[in-house]
């Protein structure tokens, strides 16, 4: 990618050695025959450092194409026109951005914006009858994602969740590993991912714009590995608030979490998020053997392991992966499954609030 985040640039500076090439036990994907036909034009909504990364896999992407940008910044809509060749005509600001409705050359708006702002633009790209893509998380309450859910469905558009991992080869082979039981049943996860960060004007660090602090950054990719590994839905919680190690830096949000999860099946998930080191692993033990990765859950390259022998899996651009599997389900008029819908994103939100509900009064609560 020609564009990486700090956060990109630490994990992937993680990973060196890990990365290196390791006997396959499971043949890499076969590519099929490259698709030619018509794209879904896609407008990105905030042009910060993650939509240059998204803009990066529309350029590899075979069922979508970059066709338009919002922002509230003539800067950039200059070098993003003359780097993307975007016409005029679909460039839009935070002023006219409903005028979209009239633009027939955008089938698709990827909400990219602070988290507080994702609840406006998917209910205003509804609005203008366009099927929405908003990045995780989903919102920064409940009752948000409920009234994003509700929008689109009276507009009739669909609306997807920004889960890349979903179409990432390994973060699929962990799943089938615990969704088929290939080792027994799952009793135990264990899954961090965290960065430290030192920037105070990010906006991630203040929660009028972000929700809340790591949960609701890096800790959302814990939560989710959990989910689709077993399979199920936790039926409780308790959460502890790491200690604050600069209390000039976290003033608004919290600088680390952990959390335990219990699911129906007797499954025990511990995971931690944090803004104070650098850490992205994941490990299930069942009944019959263990399967692991490290890097496993964030921009990769990724590597792991089982009870058999080392996983090899080809890197892949993950956003261009992501937005060919939406784009190809919406260009055939079918519905997206429902495990990247905003459906799993309200799930999602529960369990976070359910979290820091824990962590807030100390006690265990239910999610049932």
Known sequence: MK???RRSFLFNASAGAAAMSLPAIISPLKKSQR???KKLNVALVGLGVYAGILADGLQSSEYCRLAGIVTGHPNKAASWKAQYKIPDKNIYNYENFDQIAKNSDIDLVYVVLPN???KE???RAAKAGKHVICEKPMAISVKECEEMIAACKNAGVQLAIGYRLHYEPYNLEIKRLGQKKVFGQVRLIESSLGYPTGDPSQWRLHKALSGGGPLMNVGIYCLQSARYVLGEEPVSVTAQFGPNTNPELFKEVEASITWQLQFP???VCNSSSTYNCLIDRFFASADNGQFEMSPAISYGPFAGKTSNGPLHFPDINQQAAQLDGIGKL??????LPDHITGAEGLKDMRI???IYKSAQTGTKVSLV
């Open 3 to 5: 564009r990486i985040s």
């Open 116 to 118: 507080s702002m994702h």
């Open 121 to 123: 633009y998917t209910i």
């Open 35 to 37: 698709y030619d036909g």
């Open 330 to 335: 919406i260009l055939a008029k079918q519905p």
């Open 352 to 354: 976070m609030e359910a």
């Open 265 to 267: 099946s007797g499954a």
